[in-house]
């Protein structure tokens, strides 16, 4: 059964950090792109880092740039978001996402093009 877990959401104040972390079971990930995704409440779900299967592209929305890494280890099936200078409209639902991509420096953040999904973890960012 493919399977994908979130891990380390939580409550941070304004400024803080967090690190998500995204685990397969199941399946190897070295073939799929992932994507972090999140969902805020009344607002669209929207892509917000998203790496290649290598590894070697990312892509981040522009109002996480320079707060947000996503990098992946391979050997340990999971994924990672590091979120540092938190603010509060980074609070919402984080999801995580598999595309198979084969193996490939190929990024898309779109979450319609995914395949596989896990079923969130809450982040809110609040004093």
């Known amino acids: 059964q493919l399977q994908l877990v979130e891990f380390g959401g939580g409550l941070v104040q304004p400024g803080g950090s967090l690190r998500l972390s995204c685990a397969a079971s199941?399946?190897?990930?070295?073939?799929?792109?992932i994507g972090w995704f999140r969902q805020a409440p009344g607002k669209e779900r929207e892509g917000v880092s998203c790496?290649?299967?290598?590894?070697?592209?990312?892509f981040s929305v522009d109002s996480v740039k320079g707060r947000f890494t996503i990098s992946r280890d391979n050997a340990k099936n999971t994924v990672y978001l590091q979120m540092n200078s938190l603010k509060p409209e980074d609070t919402g639902v984080y999801y995580c996402?598999?595309?198979?991509?084969?193996?490939?420096?190929?990024?898309?953040?779109?979450?319609?093009?995914?395949?596989?999904w896990g079923q969130g973890t809450q982040v809110t960012v609040s004093s």
């Open positions: 199941g399946f190897t990930l070295d073939y799929y792109a």
């Open positions: 790496i290649s299967s290598r590894g070697g592209s990312t």
């Open positions: 996402a598999a595309k198979f991509a084969g193996l490939s420096d190929y990024v898309i953040c779109k979450g319609d093009e995914y395949d596989y």
